[in-house]
């Protein structure tokens, strides 16, 4: 076991679960991260630099857990970037990033002895080198990954321009006050919230797909670009609800459900000073969904939820006569990536999945949108799915203000 920089730092509520959940179930894929990237003008010694920068100034990427799941602790070393041979044909980076981290997907994890953060740097053929990472969901999230990008980036340039490595990456709160913040509040947030919860899950609805367990299964991916009439509705205030409104309204024309609970996602990041913080703040949300609920009404519904979403989803679970409803569609609207300069974001393949559907949209750097869905090839058909993110660019179409009349 590693020193303890802190004794008093636990673990949070989330990451409490997700350890949980790898006691339980070691190697389940839903408990992981991956991202990949390509750099221009870069070497393998300024990629090797920047990762071992950004690991060193978010210490939760080089945490490990105590046995028992009650304690972090940080490893004063850095997880070193594997450097790989260049490949022998001139394939795609996302098939290469597809074959470098098909070992990331496979390996066992300790996340009592291993570092939760593993990278490899591949050198292509074009010159470019590319960055793939794994990182256990303990340690990260979706927004997590858009803070580590933009510290990497901005590392590989200071380097280049000859920025000593104490400078290359600005100083960030670290994960540990989050995690007695959140710690300090959670009993005031549960007694204000629960509630909340329990009156809008009160009532049981029907699942999405028949007969589909909870076992991970084969996942395939379908994505499509966001037409530019389409995009209006995800670029004004209230583009949550907008997509929420539409996507969850395609699932329902599409699979002829009339109502049905959703998963959707809040940052988790209530305090201005977490915003360029890497972990696992992420606190999912379970919403009741009727197929012809409007806009409006998906936007209040939202918007009380938002409210009442400090409490992690297990707290509240605990509260509700039945526990959380099961969900089968997740809905996710993803933010903009920051400035990125020689980095171009490669999108990586999702072996398998518990999670039957999950779809989301995507903001590129130069304002274009992707719609993207993950599904379970034993829920659902190609069919089904390219048939729903059609449904839910048509939907965004036909949405033509932030928080408009319901249609």
Known sequence: MTELLDSSIGLTHGQRRFWTAEQALPGKVDNRMAFAATLSDVDIATVQAAFALVVHRHEVLRSRYH??????HIDPGEPGLTVLPAPTSSADPATVADDVLARWWSMPLDLSRDPPTHGWAVPLPSGQVLLCVGVHHIAFDGWSRSVFLHDFAHACRRLRLGVAPADAVAAVTPYGDFVRWENER????????????????????????????????????????????????????????????????????VLHRDAFHLETMSSGRFEPCFGNTVGCFVNHLVLPFDRDDGLRTVGRRLYQAFRHAHTPVGEIGAGLPRGIPATQVCIILNQRPGSLPGLQIVEVRVPRSSVPLVIEANPGPDGSWSLYAGYRTDAMSGTDARATLDAVVDRLARISGPLGPDR
């Open 67 to 72: 046995p028992d799941g009650t304690r972090q």
């Open 186 to 253: 959670l009993a005031a947030w549960r007694a204000a919230e629960t509630p909340f919860w329990q009156g809008l899950l009160a009532d049981p609805l029907p699942p999405v797909f028949d007969g589909v367990d909870a076992a991970e299964g084969e996942r395939a991916e379908h994505v499509t670009a966001l037409p530019p009439d389409s995009t209006a509705a995800l670029r004004r205030p209230g583009a949550a609800a907008a997509f929420l409104t539409a996507a969850a309204g395609a699932v329902g024309q």
